[in-house]
């Protein structure tokens, strides 16, 4: 930040962006065409003041309407279309945008349209794109009357047969009374016999005579073809080509034309009338615009498109067709009278009278514009009759501007406000208002409406009203719970409840299906929605024909079909059969959760659509520049252009054949600096995360009324401890038995407080739960740990979480990934996890703000980090710091693990310690070692020149040949026969370092476990049965803890049923050892982490039950 800036709040492009809602590459971008004041460029980064942003709105046209409730852009309109079965462009949404189909406003040159205008726009279009009954495209039609559509269309265009213009299945069609159909055939086949006054009709067949009079002449009457031309003389006449002449009688323009010989003859009539017809279309008045009467009383084509809801085009097109006979051209403007327009909307059974006042009117739009009041706002005062003569003419609203005016005066009378409320919110309660009268929580509110509890409620500046009747039934609901349990609907009939059972999903989906007319035959008695069970028989069975597929087998045989129903594709047989093979091996080879598997189904799909199935050739005969085209084709997505690689290679591999030039893909940009930084969390803050983790008594009361909340609180408390992805966290936290700890409510929170030995219990389960799981990407095993410090919060919010899931299994309504310990996280019945939580998870922030925004990932990273450096610093030697990282992060790969971590250098620049490497020469590292092992203990470090130094003159003295020869001498001693502690000191630092490593790495276990043994594979005690007391036995504390549980309680056991000498002798002394363990444990770790185990309560009981019986060695003063 600019240090001359210090007085007043200055922030990034990156934060500005955010306040805006707008992303940081376009507001860059836009930087550039314009300034503001204030702002501030330091150091190539820009910094915009605070006091600024009102400018910036202004030149960025930011439209403050957006900001009062909930606008789609143009691709979320079409996906909506799309999610309703339509296929929609974003182009389609503009396009009738510019109609005037929807409501919308300008945001920052963007259009948007509001959610209370969606469901209706959607609805509209969708009726528009229906068959209308009575009516068939011309493909049936021609079915029908075993016709060529283009006849059919002719005599649509010509007005013969009743016809519209409609888009069904995403194209535009024409369509025909179909009850017209047979009428107008027999009419035109007697105009057509008409023509055939030459011709010897009695020659032609019976079958041609019933079926087409124009095909198949006999060629034994050719002398009868006078009156007919040849298609070579015809288009001499016509003035055009005679392959376009022919096109035209394939098509069916010239049905009176017959063929001989594979010759085609027209009647003169027909080309004479034809030419007639080409002279009248391109006939155009030339009338001077000295002679064009006064325009009063006219209208352009833009008008006339705007008063009769049709495109510009489609206006012209009606002016060509003789629509508009009286219509004028001056300047190559096209003016249409008034009474053309008012003809035009008779025939089309539209009461004309309407439109003699329509320069007094205004459209919504124009009012809009003109004034201070919103579409929805302007569609009140319409439904309230306050602007009583304004009046629907083909789906728009026009609005005489002396009702305008009047309401204007209106407002001058009382605040706009008060007339809103007046016009909507009549017995409508606020939220504020229901939370002081009613006493119920204002979260609990918002989100019985986001749930269709409220289906009636209002949004109005901000704030949400909802209707007393409404707000009546949920209390009686709520009153008389029993009483709703013994209703019991009609016969045939089903309850919302009993639906949302049935199907599967919750109650609030069961109303959005309902009020999306999912459901037919809905009624009502008394305050109980009732739908007929046929119908939600039908939707289920719709919703399975339509159900995607969600197994890995389903899939495979899913693309498999979709690939081989391919046809008209011969030249493609090798690539679409060697592309099935390779699309299932993909999907075999992907593991992780379903969600990752689809995403990988879906890319190998469109990979299919989009470039294999569109190949010219086979994929392996592909010309370098195809190749080259594809690869570059910014078009298609990376993952589709990385698979199409993948499918190359192995097809030449297959193929036994070589690519003549190596292809590379990558997504990965190289990152700076600042990208490392941008992905962690800087020290001070990471240290901020542990502390607000760590204070119970601040989150206590809101984990307790948000399960949000505690379920966050479980999040971050395992990101801090553990090198977990955050969903494997999510879907792998395991249930508490929170029996053993005896708490059952949230209530017991109030004045109670978790005893360290009650946390460790419940982290001794997460232990015991969490030590078989696998890392759903990799199926590797995950490791739980848990700092000490780190206990306690990670219990308290466990048992919260737990206490809240427990809720939910009472209600057969919820989803199952909702019953997760930390289910939250996931929404609806999908398996994608908000990894980095909703805004009510991130509540639990909201004291913190230099914990805000929250990344799961970034915290992750940070852990990684940290934990790596921590290591690093502390030893000596750095090598055991990625090796522990890649064991907590279950990676297989060590150089994949390098790239969660942004590395440090403590020695300063890569140049100096490259010239100190180089000095110390190849052996250097040798030499460090000899150096780093005598001065271990003298505690005086020495500089990277000065170790430098030190390794120069010890090389002097020693060659390498005579320190192999030490370490000879070493491992002939390490051989000896001596103790445990003895032969780990007399080590080399390199043999040490290896053994270290495999024991952290658990490559070397105890025969009974336990832990790890240094003596592994050779067992010096193989008579042994517990591993515990022995020398090379390395404990490891939460397994050992457990095994000496069970132990104990074996050898109590033992000492009671046995009367052995022998036996009890034996027996008391492992007894001895057991407690021996635990008393150090209980020194080392505390008696609280103990007792989490054997409480000391159990061991002495246990042990006064058999101390008569207890057979100890003797101990000499």
Same mark, same amino acid.
């Given at each position: 930040?600019?240090?001359?800036?210090?007085?007043?709040?200055?922030?990034?492009?990156?934060?500005?962006?955010?306040?805006?809602?707008?992303? !940081?590459?376009?507001?860059?971008?836009?930087?550039?065409?314009?300034?503001?004041?204030?702002?501030?460029?330091?150091?190539?980064? +820009?910094?915009?003041?605070?006091?600024?942003?009102?400018?910036?709105?202004?030149?960025?046209?930011?439209?403050?309407?957006?900001?009062?409730?909930?606008?789609?852009?143009?691709?979320?309109?079409?996906?909506?279309?799309?999610?309703?079965?339509?296929?929609?462009?974003?182009?389609?949404?503009?396009?009738?945008?510019?109609?005037?189909?929807?409501?919308?406003?300008?945001?920052?040159?963007?259009?948007?349209?509001?959610?209370?205008?969606?469901?209706?726009?959607?609805?509209?279009?969708?009726?528009?794109?229906?068959?209308?009954?009575?009516?068939?495209?011309?493909?049936?039609?021609?079915?029908?009357?075993?016709?060529?559509?283009?006849?059919?269309?002719?005599?649509?265009?010509?007005?013969?047969?009743?016809?519209?213009?409609?888009?069904?299945?995403?194209?535009?069609?024409?369509?025909? *009374?179909?009850?017209?159909?047979?009428?107008?055939?027999?009419?035109?086949?007697?105009?057509?016999?008409?023509?055939?006054?030459?011709?010897?009709?009695?020659?032609?067949?019976?079958?041609?005579?019933?079926?087409?009079?124009?095909?198949?002449?006999?060629?034994?009457?050719?002398?009868?073809?006078?009156?007919?031309?040849?298609? *070579?003389?015809?288009?001499?006449?016509?003035?055009?080509?005679?392959?376009?002449?022919?096109?035209?009688?394939?098509?069916?323009?010239?049905?009176?034309?017959?063929?001989?010989?594979?010759?085609?003859?027209?009647?003169?009539?027909?080309?004479?009338?034809?030419?007639?017809?080409?002279?009248?279309?391109?006939?155009?008045?030339?009338?001077?615009?000295?002679?064009?009467?006064?325009?009063?009383?006219?209208?352009?084509?833009?008008?006339?498109?705007?008063?009769?809801?049709?495109?510009?085009?489609?206006?012209?097109?009606?002016?060509?067709?003789?629509?508009?006979?009286?219509?004028? *051209?001056?300047?190559?403007?096209?003016?249409?009278?008034?009474?053309?327009?008012?003809?035009?909307?008779?025939?089309?059974?539209?009461?004309?009278?309407?439109?003699?006042?329509?320069?007094?009117?205004?459209?919504?739009?124009?009012?809009?514009?003109?004034?201070?009041?919103?579409?929805?706002?302007?569609?009140?005062?319409?439904?309230?009759?306050?602007?009583?003569?304004?009046?629907?003419?083909?789906? !728009?609203?026009?609005?005489?501007?002396?009702?305008?005016?009047?309401?204007?005066?209106?407002?001058?009378?009382?605040?706009?406000?008060?007339?809103?409320?007046?016009?909507?919110?009549?017995?409508?309660?606020?939220?504020?208002?229901?939370?002081?009268?009613?006493?119920?929580?204002?979260?609990?509110?918002?989100?019985?409406?986001?749930n269709g509890v409220f289906p009636n409620a209002k949004k109005t500046g901000g704030e949400w009203y909802i209707p007393e009747e409404e707000l009546n039934y949920y209390f009686d609901r709520k009153n008389n719970q029993a009483h709703d349990s013994n209703f019991i609907p009609p016969q045939g009939y089903l309850t919302t409840k009993e639906v949302a059972k049935k199907l599967g999903i919750s109650v609030s989906n069961v109303f959005a299906l309902k009020n999306t007319g999912k459901f037919d035959g809905i009624k009502k008695i008394n305050k109980y929605w009732l739908i007929p069970e046929p119908s939600v028989e039908d939707y289920k069975n719709q919703k399975e024909k339509n159900q995607i597929s969600i197994t890995k087998p389903d899939m495979i045989n899913e693309l498999k079909q979709y690939i081989n129903n391919v046809q008209d594709k011969k030249h493609l047989k090798e690539t679409i059969r060697l592309y099935s093979d390779f699309s299932t091996t993909r999907l075999n080879a992907t593991n992780g959760r379903i969600?990752?598997?689809?995403?990988?189904?879906?890319?190998?799909?469109?990979?299919?659509?989009?470039?294999?199935?569109?190949?010219?050739?086979?994929?392996?005969?592909?010309?370098?520049?195809?190749?080259?085209?594809?690869?570059?084709?910014?078009?298609?997505?990376?993952?589709?252009?990385?698979?199409?690689?993948?499918?190359?290679?192995?097809?030449?591999?297959?193929?036994?054949?070589?690519?003549?030039?190596?292809?590379?893909?990558?997504?990965?940009?190289?990152?700076?600096?600042?990208?490392?930084?941008?992905?962690?969390?800087?020290?001070?803050?990471?240290?901020?995360?542990?502390?607000?983790?760590?204070?119970?008594?601040?989150?206590?009361?809101?984990?307790?009324?948000?399960?949000?909340?505690?379920?966050?609180? +479980?999040?971050?408390?395992?990101?801090?401890?553990?090198?977990?992805?955050?969903?494997?966290?999510?879907?792998?936290?395991?249930?508490?038995?929170?029996?053993?700890?005896?708490?059952?409510?949230?209530?017991?929170?109030?004045?109670?407080?978790?005893?360290?030995?009650?946390?460790?219990?419940? +982290?001794?389960?997460?232990?015991?739960?969490?030590?078989?799981?696998?890392?759903?990407?990799?199926?590797?095993?995950?490791?739980?740990?848990?700092?000490?410090?780190?206990?306690?919060?990670?219990?308290?919010?466990?048992?919260?979480?737990?206490?809240?899931?427990?809720?939910?299994?009472?209600?057969?309504?919820?989803?199952?990934?909702?019953?997760?310990?930390?289910?939250?996280?996931?929404?609806?019945?999908?398996?994608?996890?908000?990894?980095?939580?909703?805004?009510?998870?991130?509540?639990?922030?909201?004291?913190?703000?230099?914990?805000?925004?929250?990344?799961?990932?970034?915290?992750?990273?940070?852990?990684?980090?940290?934990?790596?450096?921590?290591?690093?610093?502390?030893?000596?030697?750095?090598?055991?710091?990625?090796?522990?990282?890649?064991?907590?992060?279950?990676?297989?790969?060590?150089?994949?693990?390098?790239?969660?971590?942004?590395?440090?250098?403590?020695?300063?620049?890569?140049?100096?310690?490259?010239?100190?490497?180089?000095?110390?020469?190849?052996?250097?590292?040798?030499?460090?070692?000899?150096?780093?092992?005598?001065?271990?203990?003298?505690?005086?470090?020495?500089?990277?020149?000065?170790?430098?130094?030190?390794?120069?003159?010890?090389?002097?003295?020693?060659?390498?040949?005579?320190?192999?020869?030490?370490?000879?001498?070493?491992?002939?001693?390490?051989?000896?026969?001596?103790?445990?502690?003895?032969?780990?000191?007399?080590?080399?630092?390199?043999?040490?370092?290896?053994?270290?490593?495999?024991?952290?790495?658990?490559?070397?276990?105890?025969?009974?476990?336990?832990?790890?043994?240094?003596?592994?594979?050779?067992?010096?005690?193989?008579?042994?049965?517990?591993?515990?007391?022995?020398?090379?036995?390395?404990?490891?504390?939460?397994?050992?803890?457990?095994?000496?549980? !069970?132990?104990?309680?074996?050898?109590?056991?033992?000492?009671?049923?046995?009367?052995?000498?022998?036996?009890?002798?034996?027996?008391?002394?492992?007894?001895?050892?057991?407690?021996?363990?635990?008393?150090?444990?209980?020194?080392?770790?505390?008696?609280?982490?103990?007792?989490?185990?054997?409480?000391?309560?159990?061991?002495?009981?246990?042990?006064?039950?058999?101390?008569?019986?207890?057979?100890?060695?003797?101990?000499?003063?």
């Open positions: 930040m600019p240090e001359n800036q210090d007085q007043e709040k200055m922030l990034s492009i990156k934060e500005t962006a955010e306040f805006l809602g707008m992303g !940081e590459s376009t507001l860059s971008k836009k930087l550039h065409s314009f300034s503001a004041k204030g702002i501030v460029n330091d150091n190539k980064r +820009v910094w915009i003041p605070l006091s600024s942003i009102p400018e910036l709105k202004k030149s960025l046209n930011y439209n403050d309407e957006f900001d009062k409730g909930t606008y789609y852009s143009t691709a979320e309109v079409a996906i909506k279309f799309n999610e309703n079965g339509l296929k929609v462009k974003r182009t389609d949404v503009s396009n009738w945008i510019k109609k005037r189909k929807v409501k919308t406003i300008m945001h920052m040159g963007y259009r948007y349209i509001n959610e209370n205008d969606l469901d209706q726009f959607i609805e509209n279009i969708i009726s528009e794109r229906t068959i209308p009954e009575g009516f068939c495209t011309l493909e049936e039609a021609a079915n029908i009357l075993e016709m060529h559509p283009q006849t059919i269309r002719d005599w649509a265009l010509n007005g013969d047969i009743e016809s519209m213009r409609v888009i069904v299945n995403d194209y535009w069609q024409t369509l025909v *009374k179909r009850d017209s159909l047979q009428a107008i055939k027999k009419k035109k086949r007697i105009s057509s016999l008409k023509n055939f006054a030459h011709v010897d009709i009695a020659s032609l067949s019976k079958k041609n005579e019933t079926k087409n009079n124009n095909k198949n002449h006999n060629p034994n009457n050719i002398e009868s073809l006078e009156g007919y031309l040849d298609v *070579k003389f015809a288009s001499t006449i016509l003035g055009i080509k005679a392959n376009s002449l022919a096109v035209f009688l394939r098509n069916g323009k010239f049905p009176s034309a017959i063929k001989v010989k594979n010759r085609w003859y027209i009647p003169i009539e027909d080309i004479q009338s034809y030419e007639k017809k080409i002279k009248n279309r391109n006939k155009t008045p030339s009338k001077d615009t000295k002679e064009i009467p006064p325009l009063d009383g006219h209208f352009t084509t833009s008008e006339v498109s705007n008063r009769i809801n049709l495109s510009i085009s489609r206006v012209i097109g009606l002016i060509n067709q003789g629509l508009f006979p009286n219509a004028i *051209k001056a300047n190559n403007k096209w003016f249409i009278p008034k009474e053309d327009i008012l003809t035009f909307l008779l025939n089309k059974k539209v009461d004309p009278g309407i439109y003699y006042s329509l320069d007094g009117y205004l459209t919504i739009a124009d009012v809009v514009n003109r004034y201070s009041l919103s579409h929805s706002q302007i569609l009140i005062l319409i439904k309230k009759n306050l602007l009583p003569n304004a009046m629907k003419i083909n789906q !728009e609203w026009f609005i005489p501007i002396k009702d305008i005016l009047f309401y204007q005066e209106e407002i001058t009378r009382q605040t706009k406000q008060d007339i809103m409320k007046n016009l909507s919110l009549d017995g409508h309660l606020s939220v504020s208002e229901i939370v002081n009268r009613f006493n119920l929580g204002r979260n609990i509110i918002y989100y019985d409406i986001h969600n990752n598997i689809r995403r990988v189904f879906n890319h190998l799909k469109n990979l299919f659509s989009e470039i294999i199935s569109n190949l010219d050739t086979e994929i392996y005969k592909l010309p370098n520049k195809d190749i080259e085209a594809v690869m570059k084709n910014r078009s298609y997505s990376s993952p589709i252009r990385e698979l199409f690689l993948k499918f190359l290679k192995d097809t030449f591999l297959i193929k036994e054949k070589k690519l003549d030039i190596e292809y590379v893909l990558s997504r990965k940009a190289v990152k700076t600096d600042k990208d490392i930084d941008s992905e962690r969390y800087s020290p001070d803050v990471y240290y901020l995360f542990e502390l607000h983790s760590k204070d119970i008594e601040k989150h206590l009361v809101p984990a307790i009324n948000s399960r949000h909340y505690a379920n966050m609180w +479980v999040l971050t408390a395992m990101l801090l401890t553990n090198a977990w992805r955050p969903s494997d966290i999510i879907f792998e936290m395991p249930h508490i038995d929170i029996e053993i700890i005896n708490i059952s409510e949230l209530d017991w929170f109030i004045k109670n407080r978790l005893s360290l030995e009650q946390c460790q219990l419940v +982290v001794n389960q997460l232990y015991l739960k969490l030590n078989n799981a696998e890392v759903s990407k990799t199926n590797a095993d995950l490791h739980f740990l848990v700092a000490p410090d780190m206990v306690k919060c990670l219990a308290y919010a466990c048992v919260i979480s737990e206490l809240h899931c427990r809720k939910l299994h009472d209600d057969e309504l919820s989803f199952e990934k909702e019953s997760l310990l930390l289910g939250s996280f996931i929404t609806g019945i999908t398996e994608n996890a908000a990894t980095s939580g909703s805004n009510t998870h991130k509540k639990f922030f909201k004291d913190e703000p230099k914990l805000t925004p929250f990344s799961s990932k970034k915290l992750h990273n940070s852990t990684m980090t940290y934990l790596f450096l921590d290591i690093s610093e502390d030893e000596d030697e750095s090598e055991l710091a990625l090796e522990v990282i890649k064991w907590a992060r279950s990676h297989e790969d060590i150089n994949v693990t390098a790239g969660y971590i942004k590395l440090t250098n403590r020695d300063g620049t890569l140049e100096r310690v490259s010239i100190n490497l180089f000095k110390r020469g190849h052996f250097g590292w040798l030499y460090n070692f000899m150096v780093q092992l005598a001065l271990s203990d003298t505690g005086s470090p020495q500089s990277l020149e000065e170790r430098t130094q030190t390794i120069e003159e010890l090389k002097k003295e020693y060659t390498p040949i005579q320190l192999e020869a030490w370490a000879k001498t070493l491992l002939d001693y390490k051989n000896r026969k001596e103790s445990i502690v003895t032969t780990l000191y007399k080590m080399s630092t390199e043999q040490l370092k290896k053994i270290l490593i495999k024991v952290y790495k658990g490559q070397m276990p105890s025969r009974d476990g336990c832990g790890q043994c240094l003596s592994f594979p050779n067992c010096h005690f193989p008579n042994r049965k517990p591993c515990i007391g022995c020398i090379n036995f390395i404990p490891q504390l939460q397994q050992v803890l457990i095994e000496a549980k !069970e132990e104990f309680y074996r050898l109590i056991d033992s000492i009671k049923n046995c009367y052995t000498d022998t036996i009890l002798k034996r027996d008391s002394v492992f007894l001895f050892n057991v407690l021996l363990l635990f008393n150090e444990a209980a020194e080392t770790f505390g008696n609280d982490i103990v007792d989490g185990f054997l409480s000391s309560k159990d061991r002495k009981n246990a042990i006064y039950s058999v101390a008569d019986k207890l057979q100890l060695p003797a101990v000499n003063n």
